[in-house]
């Protein structure tokens, strides 16, 4: 019972249509919230392998349950979105496609973040616990979640119902492709992602000709300052030991040289690992602002808006105990201790929605050729492309086998309870 080798014994057969698979789904990304084909894909497929499947699980998002006698359950997660990104891979399979986004605006859209990547795996993975349905006992659960990068398709399933919908699992996995060598497999206890916060902040002046300054307020002065004093929450009001990351993404102010504008707005992001931290960076940067206002004399206080939150990704030390014991007798001294990650998902919104304690790894992307020459080179930064860029590209050999193995080893280890 819990037969590795005999679920991955099939891996073979199916590796073609796996391949064919990522490169149909890189060539044909969907943003977030509109995965309609990516969904109906995995929704067809999983019912042809014997699947219980629930679809549009808030929205697009599609769960198949596999029930194979008793034992416990384990959920898997895949995210399907894509990125509003124009591929520059070069690829022959590279994205071409155009969409409108939710503003209207028509945009290139790129498989940026590797989810082509994680559904490949998902769903192969699914297929061979269905066809070795002797190897193992307990219940599989494969879901494919939509809106991850705009970080709402998590609650969105939980507030749909998910919950009532399958059966609780005793635990939840996840995996997501970095830019790491492939053939790799990487375990954290413990914080291993960071919260993250958008801040909108909105600064009011008073506007006026630029050539009378004297009469107005200029935000963009203000904008300014607010700016440079937010930088020391981190550098002078946050330990060495803490980890803490501020920036201003975006300000925008004005329409034309010789106009001092009304109004100034940032758009700021706060990611941390600890709640406490975040409580004091938030504060922080509420309180500079509206003293820098005060300090500007502004006619009004300053407008705060906050979205797309995104709690720390928390590993369950003994859950990921087990994946890691169970990777480590698999993949020998490819499976190493990853270092904390300072992007955010909301992976963990599933997890904590569903009761069930969680780990969340990291699976390697990099022809190791090209990693390790930029690594005696240091150039890592330089060399190797990161998610999100237009030059992501992991490679499909062996990067697809390993996350398939991977979740297949970690899923039977976690049904068989440690």
Same mark, same amino acid.
């Given at each position: 019972?819990?037969d ?10 199916i590796r ?6 990522y490169?149909?789904?890189?060539a044909?990304?969907?943003?977030s ?8 894909l ?5 019912r042809e392998?014997g ?10 998002g ?5 029930e194979?006698?008793?034992?416990r359950?384990?959920?898997v997660?895949?995210d ?9 891979t070069?690829?022959d399979?590279a994205s071409?496609?155009?969409?409108v986004d939710?503003?209207?605006a ?9 989810h082509?990547?994680?559904v490949?795996?998902l769903l192969s993975a ?5 066809a ?9 659960v494969?879901?494919?979640q ?7 398709g998590a609650?969105?399933?939980?507030d749909?119902?998910?919950a009532?919908a399958v ?6 996995l996840a ?5 790491l060598?492939a053939?790799t497999?990487?375990t954290?206890p413990?914080?291993?992602?960071s919260?993250a916060d ?18 107005a307020v200029?935000p ?5 300052a607010?700016?440079?004093r937010?930088q ?5 009001e946050?330990?060495?030991?803490d ?6 993404g ?5 329409? $034309?040289?010789? #106009?001092? *504008?009304? /109004?100034a707005?940032?758009e ?10 975040? @409580?004091?960076l938030?504060?922080?940067l ?5 003293a820098?206002c005060?300090?500007s ?8 808006e906050?979205?797309?939150h ?6 369950d030390?003994?859950v ?11 993949f020998?001294?490819a499976?190493s ?5 300072t992007?955010?998902?909301?992976f ?27 690594s ?6 330089t060399?190797?492309p990161?998610?999100h860029s237009?030059?992501? $590209?992991?490679? #499909?050999? *062996?990067t /697809?086998?390993?996350?398939t ?7 039977l280890?976690?049904? @068989?309870g440690?």
């Amino acid at each position: 019972m819990y037969d590795v080798a005999e679920v991955l014994g099939r891996l073979d057969d199916i590796r073609s249509w796996q391949e064919d698979l990522y490169r149909h789904l890189h060539a044909h990304p969907e943003l977030s919230r509109q995965e309609h084909a990516t969904a109906a894909l995995v929704a067809r497929d999983l019912r042809e392998r014997g699947y219980e499947v629930l679809e549009h699980v808030g929205g697009t998002g599609v769960v198949g349950v596999l029930e194979n006698g008793p034992g416990r359950t384990v959920l898997v997660r895949a995210d399907m979105d894509a990125l509003p990104v124009r591929e520059a891979t070069g690829l022959d399979y590279a994205s071409t496609v155009t969409a409108v986004d939710a503003t209207g605006a028509t945009v290139p859209v790129m498989h940026a973040c590797g989810h082509d990547v994680h559904v490949s795996c998902l769903l192969s993975a699914a297929r061979l616990l269905a066809a070795a349905r002797s190897a193992w006992s307990g219940t599989f659960v494969a879901l494919f979640q939509p809106d991850e990068e705009l970080v709402g398709g998590a609650q969105a399933m939980i507030d749909d119902g998910l919950a009532a919908a399958v059966p609780r699992p005793d635990v939840a996995l996840a995996q997501h492709v970095l830019p790491l060598p492939a053939g790799t497999v990487w375990t954290r206890p413990g914080p291993v992602l960071s919260s993250a916060d958008t801040v909108r902040v909105t600064l009011t002046g008073r506007g006026a000709h630029g050539s009378m300054p004297q009469d107005a307020v200029d935000p963009v002065v203000l904008a300014a300052a607010v700016v440079l004093r937010l930088q020391t929450l981190v550098s002078r009001e946050t330990s060495p030991h803490d980890f803490a990351c501020l920036t201003v993404g975006r300000l925008a102010a004005g329409s $034309a040289a010789n #106009i001092i *504008p009304e /109004l100034a707005e940032l758009e700021i992001s706060v990611r941390t690992y600890e709640a406490e931290v975040r @409580r004091r960076l938030l504060d922080g940067l509420e309180r500079v602002v509206t003293a820098e206002c005060r300090a500007s004399d502004a006619p009004t206080p300053p407008r705060f808006e906050y979205s797309a939150h995104c709690r720390a990704t928390v590993n369950d030390p003994r859950v990921t105990a087990i994946v890691a014991e169970a990777f480590g007798a698999h993949f020998g001294a490819a499976a190493s201790e990853l270092e904390r990650q300072t992007a955010s998902e909301d992976f963990a919104v599933i997890a904590d929605g569903l009761g069930a304690p969680y780990t969340y790894w990291g699976l390697g992307g990099i022809d190791p050729g090209l990693y390790g020459r930029a690594s005696v080179a240091r150039r890592l930064t330089t060399d190797v492309p990161v998610l999100h860029s237009p030059h992501f $590209a992991p490679v #499909i050999r *062996p990067t /697809l086998a390993t996350g398939t193995e991977a979740i297949v080893v970690a899923t039977l280890a976690c049904l @068989r309870g440690g």
